[in-house]
């Protein structure tokens, strides 16, 4: 294990170890209250573990493996007993795995049970990535007072509902985390990877999706059959939804997230919401995908959360700290979004034109998307590889791809907040998609993604104004570079392909090819709003 606890320190940057030498007791019995029995590991330093801050990971995909070596090993060995514990129904765990609607009760448990604990100590640090980290909003309002502080990262308090949208539904992100945690722990689960990829991007293609699970898995899967049978409105997710929870926890948070992660909006929502609640609060965001390696969250575990472990003072930053793209450096700011940044309209124009004049009179731009062949999700946000920021070429030459891109840049426009679109639209279909993407073309014509969004029309066969959310960003378009918008009716897989009959998505066999119209007029003003940098700006 020292060879490996090394090469982890390595790719990961990680100070040296105050030890290598640990213990680990494997499969420690927690009850719950309806008699199900968890199971946890305790891993602790060999000599002087009891009572040093205990570390509370609860997790869907474990106990050993990559998360033991990527993420307890490095705290156990830094500071910290780690307990990791198996949730309901996964390796182990007694109960059924029901997907986000079961963390509250069975996390404040087992909070319960663990400060019971002769080793637990005084200080309790909840801490994980993902599911990991939405767990600790789940109990985030009625914490013991052992606990000291949260550590989410990659991750919000309403785990599922931004995919589930009646307005945009993701797919490939739901199915695809449903489906691997349906395999996960099938024998060589690991290797087979990359082949449980490829049959699952192919599941996806399913009419009606409703039989993709059994295309993908060979039988039916409940969770599965939830996302696609229960919006992100409707009451069955209440469980899962933990939003109201944000401003009531009792503890500092310091949240990490990334740029290109499947949950940066509800992340910054729920800092948001900290922040103007006054409650003590920082947020790390990188140039990140949700897969992607970074140390940072490694440095708020041994940084914020010992020191308040400790009763101490973390060091000195200031609230928020941004990697700037395309600037490609760490800045540090006040609040999200920062002040200083003024909404500015950057109209599309005839001729694939854009500029922040009001357009001329012209006739609308034209294409047809065939959700038989639907427009393909390039980059941007997603789990798979290949996620992040791409080149947008072969995107772009596509007959189902606008483009509106400005002349070249005579000054850095710096954008920092949140980016929208109003899109003046029509389609021949009542039931059509708009897909928006900002892109930075560089001196060399290379076009990469910056953000992008999706919304679903329903009264898609008049002239619609569709208003379209792209993620979060901060970047710097440099002088020399041009900005760029695309705009099509799809990304898939990353969300379900519309197939234009107004049908269920679940049940949906038909698909329409449609004829679609943006319009860029006086009358019709199609735009991107980008928060760009004010003169008067505070430095």
Not at 191 to 211: C, F, G, I, N, Y
Request: glycine letters at 8%.
């Amino acid at each position: 294990m020292s060879l490996a606890s090394r090469l982890v320190e390595r790719v990961l940057r990680l100070p040296p170890p105050i030890t290598r030498d640990l213990v680990v007791e494997r499969d420690l019995k927690v009850p719950m209250p309806d008699g199900t029995v968890l199971l946890a590991d305790r891993w602790a330093p060999r000599t002087g573990g009891k009572g040093l801050p205990t570390a509370l990971m609860r997790s869907p995909y474990g106990r050993r493996g990559v998360l033991a070596l990527g993420s307890v090993r490095p705290l156990a060995e830094r500071g910290y007993q780690v307990l990791v514990q198996s949730v309901r129904g996964g390796f182990g765990s007694g109960g059924t795995f029901d997907p986000m609607r079961q963390e509250r009760a069975d996390g404040l448990a087992t909070l319960d049970w663990l400060v019971a604990q002769p080793w637990c100590g005084e200080s309790v640090v909840l801490f994980g990535t993902s599911y990991l980290g939405y767990v600790q909003w789940a109990v985030a309002d009625s914490l013991p007072p052992q606990v000291k502080a949260m550590i989410p990262h990659m991750t919000e308090s309403a785990l599922t509902l931004e995919f589930l949208r009646k307005d945009g539904m993701s797919l490939q992100t739901p199915f695809g985390w449903g489906y691997m945690v349906a395999k996960q722990e099938r024998p060589f689960a690991m290797v087979r990877q990359p082949l449980e990829l490829k049959k699952l991007r192919s599941a996806l293609d399913t009419l009606p999706l409703a039989d993709a699970d059994v295309a993908a898995l060979g039988h039916r899967s409940d969770y599965l059959q939830a996302i696609l049978s229960h919006d992100a409105d409707d009451p069955y997710w209440a469980a899962a939804d933990h939003r109201d929870r944000v401003t009531a926890t009792t503890v500092p948070v310091s949240s990490v997230g990334g740029w290109y992660d499947i949950f940066l909006p509800g992340q910054l929502r729920d800092f948001r919401a900290l922040q103007e609640a006054g409650l003590p609060a920082r947020l790390t965001v990188g140039p990140w995908t949700h897969t992607s390696p970074d140390n940072t969250v490694f440095t708020e575990a041994l940084g914020f959360g010992l020191a308040h472990a400790r009763g101490e003072e973390p060091p000195e930053r200031a609230p928020v700290r941004l990697f700037v793209t395309g600037e490609e450096r760490w800045r540090d700011f006040e609040s999200w979004p920062p002040k200083g940044y003024e909404p500015r309209r950057f109209h599309l124009q005839p001729g694939g034109a854009l500029a922040t004049a009001t357009p001329e009179p012209s006739a609308p731009d034209t294409y047809r998307y065939d959700p038989g062949d639907p427009t393909p999700a390039v980059g941007g946000v997603a789990m798979p590889p290949g996620a992040g920021r791409v080149d947008n070429t072969g995107l772009e030459a596509r007959a189902d791809v606008l483009t509106y891109t400005t002349p070249v840049l005579e000054a850095d426009v710096e954008v920092i907040g949140e980016v929208h679109a109003e899109i003046h639209f029509r389609s021949s279909l009542r039931h059509a998609d708009v897909f928006v993407r900002l892109c930075d073309v560089d001196s060399k014509g290379r076009s990469t993604n910056v953000c992008d969004g999706l919304t679903s029309l329903t009264r898609a066969d008049e002239v619609t104004l569709a208003s379209v959310r792209l993620w979060p960003t901060a970047h710097r378009f440099e002088r020399g570079h041009r900005i760029r918008v695309q705009v099509s009716s799809g990304a898939f897989p990353r969300y379900a392909r519309n197939p234009g009959t107004g049908e269920p998505l679940a049940t949906a066999v038909e698909l329409r090819v449609a004829d679609q119209e943006v319009r860029h007029d006086p009358e019709h003003p199609s735009a991107l709003i980008l928060p760009v940098e004010a003169a008067d700006r505070p430095a």
